[in-house]
């Protein structure tokens, strides 16, 4: 089974509109992480945002934020007011564990998600 | 503050020789990660690194190996190239448990 999945190959927004991309993701651990990457055609993976399994509060960095509903499994991003340069490769991913438990620390990326932010 | 370095950035070599990727990490960091992301096969874990010691790896032949020296910086070979090593290398680090910063990558295209 997927641990991580991207329903969304691709997606369309107009300029200054928010946008949600979907993740849901699939674990039996209690403790892990959930994170948000951009990806530019230049390659590099850029960090966005990040949340924790027992943050009781939803992640917020600018105009990113994590919509993170424990019982569903799903932990979407939402960019506000999207710009040009939102234009990318973004992947969810997961850490489960934790960096103690000899599995931990690594990350399952989803298979992404092609944000077009169009004038 | 400087953030992950890698080199080359682009490396072209033949079936069958080896090729030698490196990595800095951000100061501070120990952890250094490795993830290959071929095509149409996404963001793969490859290695993990702390400390020196080999953490944990991914799904991978033993001809994917690395090290980390002890500045911390890393560096992963793949011996007996094949074509479908051919992909983006994507270096990560990260304090203990912190969030992981990737690098820029280094593009392997294998002929």
């Known amino acids: 089974a997927q641990k991580i999945t991207q329903t969304q190959p691709g997606m369309f927004v107009q300029e200054k509109e928010a946008v949600t991309l979907d993740c849901t993701y699939d674990t039996s651990d209690q403790s892990y992480g959930l994170f948000w990457y951009k990806q530019p055609s230049s390659g590099e993976m850029i960090f966005l945002i990040y949340q924790g399994s027992y943050d009781e509060q939803n992640a917020t960095e600018g105009r990113y934020s994590l919509n993170f509903q424990k019982a569903r499994k799903s932990a979407n991003l939402v960019i506000s007011a999207s710009q040009l340069g939102d234009s990318a490769m973004y992947f969810c991913?997961?850490?489960?564990?934790?960096?103690?438990?000899?599995?931990?620390?690594?990350?399952?990326f989803g298979t992404g998600t092609q944000l077009k932010v169009e004038l | 503050e400087a953030g992950v370095t890698q080199s080359p950035t682009h490396l072209i070599k033949t079936r069958g020789q080896q090729a030698t990727l490196r990595c800095s990490p951000i100061?501070?960091?120990?952890?250094v990660y490795w993830y290959q992301q071929a095509l149409g096969l996404g963001l793969q874990f490859l290695l993990w690194y702390d400390e020196g010691e080999e953490r944990n790896r991914g799904n991978f032949p033993p001809r994917f190996s690395g090290r980390q020296f002890p500045n911390y910086s890393s560096e992963l070979n793949v011996n007996a190239l094949e074509l479908e090593d051919s992909a983006l290398y994507l270096c990560?680090?990260?304090?203990?448990?912190?969030?992981?910063?990737f690098g820029p990558g280094t593009r392997l295209t294998v002929t």
């Open positions: 100061s501070g960091h120990t952890s």
């Open positions: 990560a680090s990260s304090s203990t448990a912190g969030e992981q910063y």
């Open positions: 991913a997961m850490r489960e564990g934790s960096s103690y438990t000899g599995g931990g620390n690594k990350l399952t």
